[in-house]
């Protein structure tokens, strides 16, 4: 059983018209998601670990990892994570920590 790691969920996704897909050449075809990383500790999420991007094509269900994508569909996935922002969740752990903390300061004044 691990205790601590890392672990992925997609964010967001979308079908983008605006891309082809370079192995069977259809349009529209192309989903791109946002993956979004945390690490976590006793299976609750504790503080975000970056975010990623993965594309698939509905079609020829080609995948790309980001570093291998061509250009217009990291342009897509770029555009993508400008909206999408880091769901709060992802820090329960540090949240619940820091109340705990809080709870213990205050505590002494009352
Ligand atoms: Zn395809």
Redesign the pocket.
């Known amino acids: 059983m691990f205790l601590a790691g890392k672990k992925s969920t997609i964010l967001k996704s979308e079908t983008s018209k605006n891309i082809t897909?370079p192995?069977?050449n259809?349009q529209k075809?192309?989903k791109v998601s946002i993956l979004g990383f945390y690490k976590h500790l006793f299976h609750v999420p504790f503080i975000s670990g970056g975010k990623s991007g993965i594309s698939e094509?509905n079609?020829?269900k080609?995948k790309y990892n980001l570093k291998d994508m061509p250009v217009a569909i990291k342009l897509a996935y770029f555009e993508l994570k400008e909206t999408t922002k880091t769901p709060i969740w992802f820090f329960t752990g540090l949240i619940v920590i820091k109340s705990l903390v809080l709870i213990k300061i205050f505590s002494k004044y009352i």
């Open positions: 897909c192995e069977c259809t075809s192309t094509c079609k020829c080609h």
